[in-house]
């Protein structure tokens, strides 16, 4: 065995320990990468890793998923940035499909899922805790701060899919006539492999062609999936104000409950938010077995990945070049400002279907001053309130 293989498989074995141990989304992520990849095993230096996590920040798709994603295929190419993908996501994939099956199980046999009731107020008071955090990271100016408050108005009353990619570029175009603030730096002549946009904008196009023509649940599912994993900047919270909107409210293929109670779930788990497709993806074929389940959630979480990873793997080729453009820097701000406005409206989705109680408002909002003020880590939020439905119940 050569020494480059090995060296592979204690990059794939370091990045299953992250997958189990990594709880908390993006931000607790870095941390725990910093931790291992940087200075347990020198994969690279802190700050190509949070170059690199930066660059992730700003491109469509799961954050922590790309990141580790790119340095897997900076150590090996390709073939072991798919293998680093696979083994991050397995855990949690499998452990969110379990979670829907169980559910779907517990629905065909009348039994109640009133355990889940206190975690769907916490789940929004998650949101709205993520939508504060959000905001103040990226939003800085005044036009950030009206960008945000129209994107939040707009795509609560909207309540259409088509709405988001329509505010996310007009966010980016109208903060992009602000180029001439940024610092001017020399402009290299770019050197640009287009396979992986290709891939991206191919399979967007294929799938979009049979999704419409198409009544296959199967095929609209990785339809869906993949379209919104083509729009979501800023994480796994701007996942919520897509699907929800329509999984939920324009296809009506979910109830709201079992979107929030899996939501909720999500946050126990380690490893990518994301991995709430495969839950998704799971219920929505619930009619056709557990195998169709299995299927569904594996479709689901194709599509939401995939678009990421081709695009990490296209950009991250030429992104010392392109950060240099000054009209691409001020762009980001309004598509910053614009998604911080979309998780807002998120905590306004999900509020809409809790039950006017005073207990679920006092959930809700001790669930955002636990965050606030402590260092409690979400899952342990998640289960206190899983187990006090259980003891409730």
């Known amino acids: 065995m050569t020494i480059r293989r090995v060296r592979y498989i204690i990059f794939l074995r370091d990045v299953l320990m992250l997958s189990v141990s990594a709880f908390g989304g993006p931000q607790a992520h870095i941390a ?15 700050t190509n890793l949070i170059e690199l996590f930066a660059l992730c920040q700003i491109l469509p798709g799961p954050t922590s998923t790309q990141t580790i994603t790119a340095l897997g295929y900076r150590i090996g190419g390709s073939k072991l940035a798919y293998l680093t993908l696979l083994v991050w996501v397995f855990p949690a994939v499998i ?10 199980i517990l629905n065909d046999q009348n039994i109640s899922l009133e355990f889940l009731r206190y975690v769907q107020p916490m789940a929004v008071g998650i949101v709205a805790y993520s939508a504060y955090r959000i905001s103040i990271s990226v939003v800085s100016s005044i036009d950030g701060y009206f960008l945000m408050a129209l994107a939040a108005v707009c795509s609560f009353y909207l309540r259409s899919p088509y709405a988001f990619p329509v505010l996310l570029f007009l966010g980016g175009f109208i903060t992009a006539f602000k180029y001439k603030q940024q610092p001017k730096s020399e402009k290299l002549p770019l050197n640009i492999n287009w396979t992986h946009f290709l891939a991206w904008a191919g399979v967007l196009f294929i799938a979009g062609i049979f999704g419409t023509f198409f009544s296959f649940l199967p095929i609209k599912i990785f339809e869906n999936f993949y379209r919104n994993g083509s729009l979501i900047f800023g994480g796994g919270q701007v996942l919520i104000p897509l699907l929800f909107t329509e999984l939920v409210e324009f296809k009506a293929l979910l109830t709201s409950e079992e979107f929030i109670s899996g939501y909720a779930l999500v946050q126990a788990v380690p490893g990518p938010t994301f991995s709430f497709a495969a839950y998704l993806g799971a219920l929505i074929m619930s009619e056709w077995g557990t195998g169709g389940q299995i299927a569904g959630g594996l479709l689901a979480v194709m599509g939401i990945f995939l678009p990421g990873t081709f695009l990490i793997f296209f950009v991250s080729k030429f992104w010392e070049d392109v950060k240099r453009y000054r009209v691409i820097k001020a762009s980001l701000e309004g598509i910053n400002a614009v998604s911080s406005g979309l998780v807002i409206a998120a905590t306004l989705y999900l509020l809409e279907p809790i039950p006017l109680t005073q207990i679920n408002y006092a959930l809700i909002f001790v669930t955002f001053l636990v965050l606030f003020f402590t260092k409690v880590p979400t899952p342990f939020v998640i289960l206190a309130g899983l187990t006090m439905g259980f003891i409730m119940s």
């Open 32 to 46: 725990i990468f910093l931790d291992l990849l940087v200075k347990k095993r020198a994969y690279l230096s802190e």
């Open 95 to 104: 452990l969110m499909m379990a979670a829907a099956i169980t559910v779907d």
